[in-house]
């Protein structure tokens, strides 16, 4: 799974979880000003509400809202 977050926005409280979940997972922080996470994807083309954080599943599911 991969997490899309904004470092320094609430969306690092998600980060923290997965952390201490002890759950495998890949992250992505997102760059405020072009919207573009350190993956190289367009926030705003993966995500339509453009909104983080947000957790793309191993199946390819997005959940959107915390």
């Given at each position: 799974?991969?997490?899309?977050?904004?470092?320094?926005?609430?969306?690092?409280?998600?980060?923290?979880?997965?952390?201490?979940?002890?759950?495998?997972?890949?992250?992505?922080?997102?760059?405020?000003?072009?919207?573009?996470?350190?993956?190289?994807?367009?926030?705003?083309?993966?995500?339509?509400?453009?909104?983080?954080?947000?957790?793309?599943?191993d199946d390819g599911?997005?959940?959107?809202?915390?």
């Amino acid at each position: 799974m991969k997490l899309y977050y904004l470092p320094g926005a609430c969306s690092f409280a998600t980060l923290i979880s997965l952390i201490e979940s002890g759950q495998p997972f890949e992250s992505a922080a997102v760059d405020r000003a072009t919207r573009r996470a350190s993956d190289g994807h367009e926030l705003n083309r993966i995500n339509p509400k453009g909104y983080v954080p947000m957790l793309e599943l191993d199946d390819g599911t997005r959940l959107t809202e915390v």
